[in-house]
């Protein structure tokens, strides 16, 4: 099962939410798992946002090897499931795919419980922000990539 996290730039929330991911994927013994994460604006190469890698630091995990990259119409026909940042991100994934709405998510609908919520709000770009954003962003996604194993156990 592939799930695939996007975001704007893919250097902050999309980055964050895989690492999460893959590391819960691992300790709860969901080997089948493949996460990835890519941005819309096409940037490539570029290192995660440094208070990204900070707050992931602080969690135990790694960000540092992080490269940007452009999401491509390949990432889209092959996930299983898209996990995106903000409604707006929804909007641009319908107007560039056929995928189907199933597959597509915003993380915050996984914030409350692990059914996805229709209605859920955006999760905010702290790209620009001090170092309190990012770990404020990164609890809502630890929270709600921790309802997205419980879906994600389900859907197995």
Request: aromatic share 4%; proline share 3%.
């Amino acid at each position: 099962m592939r799930v695939l996290f996007v975001c704007d730039g893919n250097i902050c929330r999309s980055p964050m939410a895989a690492e999460y991911l893959r590391h819960r994927a691992a300790h709860d013994g969901l080997s089948h798992l493949v996460v990835d994460s890519a941005g819309l604006l096409g940037i490539e190469g570029a290192p995660a946002a440094a208070h990204a890698v900070t707050v992931l630091k602080e969690a135990g995990l790694d960000l540092s090897r992080h490269r940007s990259r452009g999401l491509t119409s390949s990432d889209l026909q092959i996930a299983d499931f898209v996990i995106v940042m903000t409604l707006r991100h929804l909007e641009q994934l319908a107007v560039r795919s056929s995928i189907g709405a199933e597959r597509r998510f915003l993380v915050r609908a996984f914030e409350q419980g692990k059914l996805s919520a229709r209605g859920a709000p955006d999760l905010d770009d702290p790209v620009t922000g001090p170092l309190e954003g990012f770990r404020k962003a990164f609890g809502v996604i630890r929270t709600s990539v921790d309802h997205l194993i419980l879906h994600l156990k389900h859907e197995t």
